[in-house]
């Protein structure tokens, strides 16, 4: 896992627009957003529906493209990339947890977090060495056996977060990470993406329209109609 303090900026984003067409309308759903995410960073992206925040994320994280402005990662222009080298740069730099689980059925926890690996030409023991390590990172190294219908919400969640750091990503994106769980197994996965944060310093980026779950990031960062309103004070996140 990578270490080390917040030095610098590691996405650095200037004038970022991204428009839609639909039919004979265009749709801008952000307009000219600045902002800078140091390494070590964990930031949740808060707005009403509509307000451009997964659209952000989602150009963070390289799922799509910005219509305008320059949007760096660790000072490469990730903005300029073509559509292979965008995947390339994806699939080694950013691991994505989602508020469904994404879960294959049919494979047991351990196989689901070996699938990034399978893109590599890494070998059998080592993917299976890595899986195990995340699992028992998460805390469910004991379920490694069990197949996602029997795992409960909580745990499933677990996995996809063991699948989202086997490759010992940079940044971790989460969209509404706890959306479909309770309180209490809410408040222990945001307690281990905490962890995550600050034990191996993983940049975290999480959309969330729960206040109680934006209380453990370490600044709030709010968009209203395409538009940053807010970019909160790096802080160090509520110990829960």
């Known amino acids: 896992m990578n270490g080390g303090d917040a030095l ?35 930031v949740a992206l808060m707005g009403p529906s509509g307000s451009g925040k997964t659209t952000l994320l989602n150009l963070i994280g390289g ?54 690996l399978l893109l590599t030409d890494m ?5 299976r060495r890595r899986a195990a390590i995340a699992l028992d990172l998460v805390g469910i190294g004991d379920r490694a056996g069990h197949k996602p219908n029997e795992l409960s919400g909580g745990q499933q969640q677990r996995v996809a977060i063991a699948r989202a750091l086997v490759s010992d990503p940079r940044i971790l994106i989460c969209d509404e990470p706890t959306g479909d769980l309770d309180r209490k197994t809410a408040d222990e996965v945001l307690t281990l993406l905490q962890r995550l944060n600050r034990d191996f310093k993983k940049t975290i980026v999480m959309v969330t329209h729960d206040p109680k779950a934006a ?13 940053l309103v807010d970019q909160g004070t790096l802080a160090g996140g509520a110990e829960h």
């Open 123 to 127: 070998d059998t023991g080592e993917r």
């Open 8 to 42: 610098f900026p590691l996405v650095e984003i200037r004038g970022l627009r991204k428009s839609y067409v639909r039919g004979k309308q265009v749709l801008e759903v952000l307009h000219g957003i600045d902002l800078d995410i140091p390494e070590g960073d964990f």
């Open 63 to 116: 799922i799509d493209s910005p219509t305008g402005g320059e949007l760096k990662i660790e000072g490469r222009r990730i903005d300029e990339l073509s559509g292979d080298a965008l995947a390339a740069w994806r699939a080694e730099t950013v691991g994505f947890i989602f508020q469904s689980y994404n879960l294959m059925p049919v494979l047991s926890a351990q196989k689901n977090v070996e699938l990034p």
């Open 215 to 227: 209380e453990y990031a370490r600044r709030t960062v709010h968009l209203d109609k395409g538009t």
